[in-house]
């Protein structure tokens, strides 16, 4: 039997786990966790990377008494980390919520038109995105740029922590934009016409490839760093319990990601208008996909709450969303006055405001309308996704923490009309070890490893209450 050591970073937390199949049967034990919060170092909002690589040192010691056989590496996309020529920091992870590339993406539109960056690399163009946080560096740091050689974003730097090897994962490198998905290489002539240096861009290598082996400080004996779908989105979708070939999922968590996995990206005005994004998947596939602010609302509310001195768990503020009356209003949960933390309750109250509509009057009304609009933005999202790729999905899958939401599950069920599948709530970190099992030969393919989900995966399903169809469908 083989085991293997995952490590899961969210924006959250970050916990390491050790996995093992054998007899056809998966297991997972957490062995370490951690919490992930930004710090603010030089005026920006920063992650704490030093501190995340004292937790990764935790996490192998620990590993260390059970024994393993490999290891692989996820994270969020898009946060990445600029280097010297001798492999040292130039400028340590910014946080994609910190306020540097505010008013960029606008800018590079008098220059180069919003749809055809699109057209260019399938990506819907957000503030966060790599391309713009470099071109924030460019404009207010032009040395910082000049002194890098590499960067490697989040998975690749710890990757490179634990192996001493850089290299860019690819389905991570897709969050960037600067990624051409005919080629499957870096957009050569994009980054030319930005001015961005060259050389920072590194090999692309496939999920599944072996980037190298732990240095001696870690193990005494060789074993092997695969490269997971790095980007957890892509990792997730590895783990979807369907035996379909064309399914619909959200993969939810601080955001809501959802899409459905394709062969081949979709590129046109209308995925364009719907703003739908092709990032790279595993075995050569593309998550085509809407990127929709998530459970973000919910731990901005509970943190603002607890602050204040009222201590609600998650499951309080569900019971509370529950009790209110329905459909009282509806936010854009993509508004950029969602994007940075703060006090979110009244940043709802402001949006509802200044959009002519009811303002809540009470923490439980607040809550049901960020409920809502998700579930709101859920259905036009099936909507639209239906519409493109001319299949109709008569399920969506919800995994992540999001599928632990009995609430958010029954209304996404009721504002698609579709039944929604809930589970498995670890599905990024199953799905990163299935990939790496899949490199050891463990694992025949995806088909095998989906099966070996479905096989062992706690799911809970939601019909949808169609009897009152005020808001809904």
């Known amino acids: 039997m083989k085991k293997v050591l995952i490590f899961d970073f969210g924006g959250s937390s970050g916990r390491a786990l050790l996995c ?19 710090i603010v170092s030089g005026g920006k909002t920063c992650w704490n990377i030093d501190m995340i690589f004292r937790e990764v040192d935790k996490a192998i010691d620990k590993a260390e008494d059970y024994g393993f056989d490999a290891v692989s590496i996820d994270t969020w996309g898009v946060d990445f980390a ?11 992870p910014v946080c994609y919520r910190d306020g540097r590339t505010d008013g960029i993406p606008e800018k590079l539109f008098e220059e180069i038109p919003e749809k055809e960056l699109y057209m260019r690399s399938g990506i819907k163009q957000m503030q966060i995105n790599t391309m713009y946080q470099l071109l924030a560096v460019q404009k207010a740091e032009p040395s910082v740029l000049a002194s890098a050689y590499h960067m490697l974003m989040m998975p690749d730097l710890i990757a490179y922590k634990l192996t001493g090897v850089m290299a860019n994962e690819y389905t991570e490198a897709t969050t960037t934009g600067l990624i051409d998905p005919k080629t499957r290489d870096w957009d050569w002539e994009l980054i030319d016409r930005l001015g961005l240096p060259k050389r920072i861009f590194g090999k692309l290598v496939m999920p599944g490839s072996r980037i190298g082996c732990l240095k001696a400080e870690y193990a005494d004996k060789e074993i092997p760093v695969f490269a997971a779908p790095s980007h957890d989105t892509a ?118 405001e200044k959009t002519g509509q009811t303002k809540p009057k009470s923490i439980a009304q607040t809550l049901r309308v960020i409920y809502e609009s998700l579930a ?35 209304l996404t069920a009721d504002a698609t009309g579709r039944t929604v599948i809930a589970g498995p709530t670890e599905a990024t970190a199953i799905g990163n070890a299935m990939s790496t099992f899949i490199a050891l030969g463990e694992i025949k393919d995806i088909a095998e490893a989906r099966m070996i989900v479905r096989r062992g995966a706690e799911v809970k399903e939601f019909l949808p209450d169609l009897t009152d169809g005020d808001g809904r469908r």
């Open 20 to 38: 093992s199949y054998e007899n056809k049967s998966f297991c997972s034990t957490e062995i370490h966790r951690f919490t992930n919060t930004p």
């Open 82 to 92: 600029l280097l010297d020529k001798d492999g040292d920091f130039v400028q340590k």
């Open 376 to 410: 709101a933005e859920f259905s036009k999202t099936l909507e639209n996704l239906e519409k493109i790729t001319g299949y109709t999905y008569p399920a969506v899958y919800i995994f992540g923490g999001g599928s632990k939401d009995g609430f958010l599950c029954q």
């Open 235 to 352: 990792s997730a979708i590895l783990a979807v319990p369907s035996s379909e070939k064309r399914f619909a999922y959200i993969s939810c968590g601080t955001w809501a990601l959802f899409g459905t996995e394709l062969k081949e990206p979709i590129i046109n005005d209308l995925s364009f208008e719907s703003e739908l994004t092709n990032e790279g998947g595993y075995g050569g596939t593309v998550t085509f996909l809407k990127n929709i602010t998530g459970t973000w609302f919910l731990q901005e509310c509970r943190r603002y709450f607890n602050s204040n001195g009222e201590v609600f768990t998650y499951n309080d503020m569900e019971a509370f969303a529950r009790s209110a009356p329905p459909f009282i209003a509806k936010i854009n949960p993509n508004d950029p006055s969602f994007l940075k933390s703060g006090d979110m309750p009244k940043k709802v109250i402001e949006y509802c």
